[in-house]
Structures are given as C-alpha cells and as structure tokens.
C-alpha cells in the first residue's frame, strides 16, 4: 500500500459536475488544500479526438454484440486501456432479453437501464444541457401528495442557489416564461436558446389547445448552452449532437469547472478508483483507500470528504467502506430508493415540414403537467420536443435502408434510386417529429443498489448489484403523457398511420440516465442518511454531492438541481473548515 | 511497365463507371471523384472474386467487378436510368450491391459481407449525401450560425 503523507483540507471523490463545482469554490478562496480523485482518465484536450471517434463509429446500432449507440461510446472507444477500466456500462444493450451483464449486475425484476461516464468531467460531456429547476412541490411530495417522502429543504431553500449554478454552468433561458413554473430572483445569465423552426410550426398549428383543461404551451427549454458566447465559450452552431458530444463546447461540461479549479491550484488524481473510507475512532473518515489502473493500492487524508462519485458509485464506495462493514446506516436507506426517470415517446409524421437536425437536439418543452392535479394517483410528467427526427427509434439510416428495399428479401418492396430516392427520404425524414416524456419515479426501499458479493471489476473491485422494479405510478403517469402526445398529434392533424409509440402494455420504457437516490437528504438520521447541507449525520467530515441524495426524483432533469445543491454544500463546507 | 500502365488505365475506366452509376444510383449530379475512388476499393475489397470455388457450390456471390462490368454493357443506353433499374437495382443478385453503392455514398457505411458494419473516415462520414438530401448536415459538420435553425433550410 503507498500511503502519502498529504493530508488535504479536502479531498473530493469524482469529478462530475458536483465535485468539480465544489472544488472550484473551495479553492476560489486562497488557502484551502484539495485533492480530486477521479476514476476515469484526464483527457481535458481531448475533444477533437473524441468527437472523430464518434464520427467513425457505426451511426446505427449494428447485430450484437457490437451494439454501439450508447452515449458514452466516444469516450470507451478511446483505447483499450479505456475500455477495460472505465466500467461505465457502456455495450449492454439493457432492453434485449438475454443480454450479457457487464457492470451492473441486475437482479431484477425490472432493468435498471441508465448508465454513466467514468472519466474527468462525468457523464455532463453526454447531457443535453436541459436545466429545469425542480418546482416547490417536487420538494414536499408527501406534504402535498402523501406520495414519496419530503426534502428537508424547500425551493425557497435551494432558489439562490439555482440562480448561482445557473450563472456558473451558463443557462440560458426566458426569466418570464419560468417565473410561472418555478418562481425565480435572477434572470437567467442568457437569452433563450432560439426554438427551432419545427417547434415553431408545431407552436402555431397547435393555437391555444388544451389537454385536462391545462394550456399546451411550449416553452424554451432552459439549457446549459450557449445562446451567445460565454465564459470563454461559443454559442451553439447547431450541431445537433449534444449526445453524446459537442464538438465546440458550446454546451456546458463539468470540465469548465475542473479546469477552473485546476487553475486555483486544485490536485487531480486520474485513474483513482476509490474502494474504501476509513474511519478514526470518532467516527470521522480518516483515511481515503484508492487503487490506481496498474492495481496499487494508495491512500490519501482530508479533514474533510466529498463524496461525488454519482448515484451508483457513492452508494457502492459507503457500503464497501469501514473495512468492509459499510459507514454508518442507522435509518436502513443507504444504498436504497434508486430511482431514474422512466422515459418514452409518441413519434409521428407532421402534415408539415419540420427539418430536424438542425440546431440543438431540443429546443422545447411543455411543463403543464409535470404538477398535474392527480399527482397523487399518477406520476408528474414533463415532455420535451425532438428536433432529432424519430430520435433512438428511427434513425435516418432506417429510412435510407427502409427505401432502398429493406433486406431486398421482400421482392414487392420499392428498391427506390436516383431522384426518387431523395424526394422519398426528403419528404419523410423533414417531417419526422418526436415527443419525449419523462416521468418521475417514487423512492422504494426496495430498489437498491449494493457491492456485488461474487462478481468484481478488473481491479477486484465489487461490481455494483441492483435490484429494481418500475411502479404503477409511473407506468400510469407514462399513459397520460401519451394521452397528452396523441391529442397534439390530433390536434395538428399528424396522420394516424403515421404514429409510433412506446407499448406500454409491454412494459416499454427506456431509462434517462438520471441516476437518483441511494444515499438520500432527510430531517434526521432515522429517515435518511445525510442532512440538509448534504453532511452525513454520524460522520460529521463527510459530504455527499451528487444525485444520491435526492429524497424524490421529481419529472426534472437533475443536473442544475445537482449543481444547486453542490453549491449549497460548498457554502456548508466553508463554514465547517473555517470553524476547524 | 507496360502491364501497370494498362492496371492504370483499367483502374482509372472502373473508378469513371462506377462513379457513373453513383450518380444514377444516388440521383446527384456532383460527385466527388476522391470519394469515388475510396469507396470503389473499400466496396472491392469487401465484395471481392471469390478465391476459389466453394464447396458445395454456393449461389453466386455479387463482386463489385459483376455490377461495373453490368453497367458497362448498358452505359450508352438512351435510358439509363431504366436499364440501371432493370439490370442493377432489381437484378437477383447485383441489387444487394447497389443497395451498398447507394449507402457509402449516403452514410459513408455499409454493412459488408460478414453481417457487419463498414464505416468510413471522418471526412466520409461529413460528406455523407443523406444530410445534404434532407438539407441538414452530418451530426457534428454544422455550418450553421447561431440560430440559423429558426428558419427552414435552404435547399442545397
């Protein structure tokens, strides 16, 4: 074992948008000592190299076991040092039956079908950008609904520090379509992104319909993308390729903050799989276990830990701490209430052009319904317009292969060429429109993940265990959410034949990769297993940063909530080094 | 000396018919004569003479030589277009090819003999004719400005 005989004031575990931001402000104030441990690799500069990966790879999922659409294939494709030890769970193809487990090893009864990127910067270099704040009821779901569990902390709680995490990722957004939906002190630090032309047509058929009697509105989706040049980035060209990279940077990585902190003389350790905290007889974490890729074993001490592995990661480190025996566990959560945002979508031809692949992969939502009056009978929803064509479930090359004669088995199929061919694929693929619904999921105690006690990573690590069921209460908030699809679909006249949806009466759903839950924020340490600074109640140096922590998951995309709350923390830190 | 010239200039005949059939198969009047040539070894090399017979005889599997030799016979024709219909794209066995032809000229890929996916290069991938059809761009290539995408694309 090589131990240092650094001792930092803080040592931060994962360098995502949680770690990276809380690194950043910590050093912003000169003196305090910190390390970041990361897992994956460093690769800051290495964006032009990711994004020709991604432009050689198949665009279309081929026969396993080559499946190679996950988002996160640029980033595993990069060498075979990458792919051995990044454990992102990267080639599973969750939704086939009889598919190989790689990394996550799932008991069932569900699939958990969301996954994440071990390397500098975290899963943010594969997010759209999309920044909805939570909304005060998704805070007191159970006050409200007696559904789920309440947050220690309100809206009012967490608000300045959405608008802090708004001005640091750079979110652009319209201050008074949102003041509405989620009450705001501070604009946005940007304009809207510009909403593309499709949402626009589909804006003006619409008119003022309703669904449930709630206005159909589509917003500007806040989005942590440039609308104009900012912090030293561009805005947006329009690439349409958010996932899984942008090639300008023009959306928001946690690299920002990274190199930020970098700059502020912050360490960085790459390739530090961390497998243990150690405690002190107090009962404070006093020494970080680390193994490096080349399979030593290293320590590293701070007065004070952050925890920011993500939802998976820092479950699996708390439970296989303690030499083996797990940090403390006195309300019996840890590990539990994993929860995702159950997705799906309605997809249809518009009787009117659209021209999707141009602009930013959403530029539009509609957030009527992600509060809706039976929110204790069904989940919240939140839907978000395509301007990807028919997204995962049509890719234009389908269409290309579908003109050209599909599997040239069928010899009555048209096997179009020349000019015939482009009208065919012009007129189809412009008016190709996809609806997106995302819908919360409740915390059980039930779904939970925990080291795997006989399968281990290529470092002898426990690979992550999960067990995982999806509720009638989301399956019956996907419902409505199709409802609310097919009456825009009717609504704009979008031919029936035309419709594609996820069968729910299958089961269908794909996950969100908003990874929630497991170590969650309550009142006490009889309901949760960190306070409202995100501070383990029994151990009283360690914080926990990242979505585990969320009490409920909300129908929003987590990541400026994760942000806000990371900047709250870094504010409860200070305060904690400051008084020694 | 004289046996490469003559391999020159077969090459150079092959890499004119097949880019003649590209813009049949494809319906663009432009294309690029690099790319053709690129694609036209990547597609023979991935559709070459079977080396041997096989045992027992296998149906006839198409090389890229059968669709130029093909389209060799038919491409004085005063219609074209016909004859490439009738004796390429619906032929038994050259309309799997010309299925290929048309997807590297669209997408850059095209799934080879062993069942699996055949990509190109970076510059390939952007050249892809598929975006261009749909007046969009190849996923990362955008030339556009900031907000360019409020308005419909031009056609190309």
Redo the contacts between chains.
């Keep these: 074992m090589n131990g240092t005989n650094d001792t930092y004031d803080v040592v931060v575990i994962g360098t995502g948008v949680a770690g990276a931001l809380i690194a950043w402000k910590l050093s912003a104030k000169k003196g305090a000592k910190i390390l970041m441990l990361e897992a994956g690799e460093k690769r800051l500069d290495d964006r032009k190299q990711f994004?020709?990966i991604?432009?050689?790879?198949?665009?279309?999922e081929?026969?396993p076991p080559?499946h190679d659409r996950s988002p996160i294939r640029p980033y595993t494709r990069i060498d075979e040092d990458n792919r051995r030890f990044s454990h992102s769970p990267d080639v599973e193809d969750f939704a086939k039956p009889g598919a190989v487990p790689l990394y996550y090893q799932q008991s069932g009864p569900d699939i958990f079908k969301s996954q994440y990127a071990r390397l500098v910067g975290g899963s943010t270099w594969a997010w759209r950008g999309n920044s909805p704040r939570n909304a005060p009821n998704d805070f007191r779901l159970f006050e409200r609904y007696k559904r789920g569990v309440d947050w220690p902390i309100s809206y009012d709680d967490l608000e300045p520090f959405y608008c802090d995490a708004e001005d640091a990722l750079g979110v652009a957004g319209d201050h008074d379509e949102w003041n509405s939906v989620t009450r705001r002190s501070r604009p946005f630090p940007m304009p809207k992104i510009?909403?593309?032309?499709g949402d626009?047509e589909l804006m003006e058929k619409l008119g003022k319909t309703k669904f449930d009697g709630v206005d159909i509105r589509l917003l500007g989706l806040p989005q942590a993308r440039n609308?104009?040049p900012y912090d030293g980035r561009p805005?947006?060209?329009?690439?349409?390729?958010c996932i899984p990279?942008c090639?300008i940077q023009a959306k928001y990585d946690a690299t920002v903050h990274v190199k930020k902190a970098l700059q502020n003389n912050v360490a960085l350790i790459e390739r530090a799989v961390v497998t243990e905290l150690k405690l002190d007889p107090n009962g404070n974490i006093d020494t970080v276990v680390y193994k490096s890729w080349d399979g030593e074993v290293h320590t590293v001490k701070g007065r004070i830990v952050v925890l920011a592995a993500n939802t998976i990661e820092s479950a699996k480190i708390w439970q296989l701490s303690n030499g083996g025996q797990g940090l403390a566990n006195t309300s019996g959560q840890v590990g539990r209430n994993l929860m995702d945002h159950i997705g799906g979508e309605g997809a249809a031809l518009m009787p009117f052009?659209v021209?999707?692949?141009?602009?930013?992969q959403s530029t539009s939502c509609i957030e009527g319904f992600r509060d809706h009056k039976d929110r204790d009978k069904f989940a919240g929803v939140r839907l978000t317009i395509g301007?990807d064509g028919w997204g995962r479930g049509k890719h234009?090359?389908d269409n290309?292969?579908e003109a050209?004669?599909g599997d040239?088995k069928d010899l009555a199929a048209k096997?179009l060429?020349?000019?015939?061919?482009?009208a065919e694929?012009?007129k189809t693929?412009?008016h190709q429109m996809r609806i997106a619904y995302s819908i919360e999921q409740l915390p059980d105690a039930n779904n939970r993940v925990f080291p795997s006690k006989t399968e281990k990573d290529d470092l002898g690590i426990p690979k992550p265990q999960i067990e995982y069921k999806v509720d009638q209460y989301s399956f019956d908030g996907a419902a409505y959410a199709q409802r609310i699809i097919k009456h825009i679909f009717t609504t704009v006249r979008a031919p029936e034949e035309t419709w594609e949806f996820s069968d729910l009466k299958a089961r269908a759903y794909s996950g969100s990769a908003h990874i929630m839950g497991t170590l969650r924020m309550a009142k006490d340490a009889k309901c949760g297993v960190v306070d409202s600074n995100c501070r383990s109640f029994e151990h009283k140096n360690l914080f926990v940063a990242d979505a585990s922590v969320f009490a409920t998951s909300a129908p929003t995309n987590p990541t400026i909530t994760v942000a806000a709350l990371a900047l709250r923390t870094a504010k409860a830190i200070e305060q904690q080094l400051a008084n020694g | 000396m004289v046996m490469e010239e003559d391999n020159m200039a077969e090459s150079k005949i092959d890499i004119d018919r097949f880019l003649a059939l590209s813009k049949?198969?494809?319906?663009?009047a432009n294309l690029d004569t690099a790319l053709a040539e690129a694609y036209l070894a990547r597609l023979s090399d991935a559709f070459p003479a079977p080396p041997a017979p096989p045992v027992p005889p296998a149906p006839p599997a198409p090389t890229m030589a059968d669709v130029l030799t093909a389209f060799a016979a038919i491409e004085k024709d005063e219609h074209l277009?016909f004859e490439?219909?009738r004796r390429i794209?619906?032929d038994k066995v050259l309309?799997?090819l010309?299925?290929k032809i048309?997807?590297i000229w669209?997408?850059s890929?095209f799934?080879g003999a062993d069942?699996?996916?055949k990509?190109?290069?970076?510059e390939q991938?952007?050249s892809g004719l598929?975006?261009k059809?749909?007046?969009?761009?190849?996923?990362?290539?955008?030339?556009?400005?900031?907000?360019?995408?409020?308005?419909?694309?031009a056609a190309h």
Excluded: M
Excluded at chain 1, 194 to 197: G, I, K, N, P, S
Excluded at chain 2, 24 to 28: E, F, I, Q, Y
Excluded at chain 2, 133 to 153: E, M, Q
């Design positions: 994004v020709k991604f432009s050689e790879l198949p665009q279309k081929p026969p080559l510009a909403q593309a032309y626009r609308s104009k805005a947006c060209q329009g690439n349409n390729n990279i090639p052009a021209f999707p692949f141009r602009g930013p301007n234009p090359y290309l292969k050209t004669g040239l096997r060429f020349g000019a015939e061919l482009q694929l012009l693929i412009s | 049949v198969l494809t319906g663009a277009v490439v219909k794209v619906e309309g799997s010309a299925q048309i997807f669209y997408t890929e799934v069942g699996k996916p990509t190109g290069t970076q991938f952007y598929l975006w059809v749909i007046r969009a761009h190849a996923p990362t290539n955008s030339k556009l400005k900031y907000g360019d995408w409020i308005n419909p694309p």
